[in-house]
């Protein structure tokens, strides 16, 4: 947590998730991806707080200091359904504005989905909405990025593979994921400390993808949008090929505004003044009375 960021914990009924908190002003809340942690957005929180919102940036269920789940639940429901409770939390009398990375921009297409009064703006980074982009992930250049999937559907095996000398895995995925960016090692040592000893509950996420793919909690993420909505993607994404993201705009009952931007899966991190300008104002839009 950054200094002069409050720390607030707020129960979402299954779990209990730590959040960092800055600023005064209309909420936003930013949701981080696998491996990575609330630090995932260290370079939006102070232009966002600089353009006058309140940021809120939890630590996902089953990510350290934030608890596992207490109902046992990882599915896109239950990790949307945490999104829609902090935004109740911190913002009962005004939608939220919504930002996601990777399990984050799940999440966010499932929160709106779920509770899309909630929300007046979401924009989602690196993985493309499942509504339009769903079959694209089966193609076999998608496939053989995906290979890791596969891979974390071993318990026990994976778990051990994840934790081995240090998390050296982590270095790893963000180093094909990123190619051509380099990560800070505190950045990369504060991810690792939010999964080291919750290897389960991080991998858990995607086991709950092939358990409950038939489910109203899955199903979910088939719904269109329809909140306002920005779509971002690096154009280099070693995890998820930026073709996914060619014509999605039927996954959005409003539209959406979609850049593709220099650098890779964290691409918020690499192309870091150009992604806050689209952001800012982005969530500077008024929100459509129609």
């Known amino acids: 947590m950054e200094s002069g960021d409050a720390r607030v914990d707020v129960d979402t009924g299954g779990a209990t998730l730590v959040c960092s908190v800055r600023g005064e002003g209309p909420l936003v809340i930013c ?21 006058g919102y309140r940021v809120v940036s939890p630590w996902l269920r089953g990510y350290a200091p934030s608890t596992p789940a207490r109902d046992g639940r990882y599915d896109l429901g239950a990790i949307g359904g945490d999104l829609v409770a902090l935004a109740r939390h911190f913002s009962p009398g005004a939608p939220a504005r919504l930002v996601g990375h990777d399990w984050g921009a799940l999440a966010a297409y499932a929160a709106t989905a779920l509770a899309p009064g ?71 040592a504060a991810v690792k400390d939010a999964i080291r000893g919750r290897e389960r509950d991080v991998l858990a996420y995607y086991r709950a993808i092939l358990a409950g793919v038939t489910s109203r909690a899955a199903r979910v993420v088939l719904e269109p949008t329809r909140v306002r909505a920005l779509y971002v993607h690096g154009i280099d994404d070693g995890c998820v090929g930026v073709e996914l993201c060619d014509d999605v705009q039927s ?40």
């Open 31 to 51: 949701a981080h991806g696998f491996p990575d942690c609330a630090r995932s957005f260290r370079h939006q929180v102070p232009a966002l707080v600089a353009a």
């Open 118 to 188: 909630a929300f007046s703006h979401v924009a989602t980074v690196a993985v493309p909405h499942p509504k339009a982009a769903g079959a694209r992930f089966l193609r076999p250049a998608q496939l053989r990025r995906s290979w890791y999937i596969g891979l974390f559907q071993l318990r026990g095996l994976a778990e051990r593979k994840l934790a081995a000398d240090d998390h050296a895995f982590i270095d790893r995925l963000w180093r094909d994921w990123s190619p051509g960016f380099h990560a800070p090692p505190e950045e990369l």
């Open 251 to 290: 996954a959005y009952r409003d539209g959406v505004t979609i850049h593709r931007l220099p650098g890779g899966h964290f691409v918020h991190q690499e192309s870091v003044e150009q992604f806050n300008d689209i952001l800012v104002e982005f969530l500077r839009q008024p929100v459509s009375t129609r």
